[in-house]
């Protein structure tokens, strides 16, 4: 049977340091739009108080997340053990965007490594709840992947500005993303 937590305390601190990758779910308001999952991992998530949690979101093909939080606010943000002891913990919560121009940006991205971040995804965490992990599966961590450091090599700021007004302007349900889809 899971449990419920009110804070994110040292041992749950301890068992997300391990673990190099994280989901996160958001959902439009509409009954007919579309829910989101994404993967995410590289060293992007911070704990910034029990309560409080933040991401580096890096540029994708997709603005699903940011549109999702900046219509309803509402995201979960789910971890699981792919080795070591079976276990789960989802973090319910309100998210905020925090863009390049916002106030916040600027001493919230000091606190993540160097590279590729359109926004910072910081949630006002409201329930941390936990699951046994039984189904699943024992995966062994092989490392990074070089693709995503590589692209970003090859990408210049005019092109990222093109990708972003192109993909990040609206959600595929036509929710407003990016301001402008740019910086």
Not at 120 to 147: H, L
């Amino acid at each position: 049977m899971g449990k419920t937590y009110e804070v994110i305390d040292e041992k749950i601190e301890r068992w997300m340091s391990r673990q190099k990758i994280f989901f996160v779910a958001t959902a439009p308001l509409g009954a007919d739009a579309l829910v989101n999952c994404s993967p995410k991992g590289r060293d992007t998530l911070r704990i910034l108080a029990p309560k409080v949690l933040a991401y580096m979101d890096g540029d994708g093909s997709g603005i699903e997340t940011v549109a999702h939080i900046k219509e309803n606010g509402r995201i979960v943000l789910m971890m699981c053990a792919f080795d070591g002891p079976p276990k789960i913990y989802r973090f319910h919560g309100h998210g905020e965007v925090i863009e390049p121009h916002h106030d916040a940006f600027d001493e919230l991205r000091a606190k993540f490594p160097e590279g590729n971040c359109r926004t910072i995804i910081k949630i006002a965490v409201t329930k941390i709840s936990d699951s046994c992990g039984y189904g699943v599966p024992n995966y062994e961590y092989k490392g990074e992947r070089a693709s995503f450091g590589n692209l970003m090599q090859q990408v210049t700021s005019a092109d990222l500005e093109k990708l972003r007004k192109e993909n990040n302007e609206f959600s595929l349900d036509g929710l407003p993303g990016l301001e402008g889809g740019t910086e």
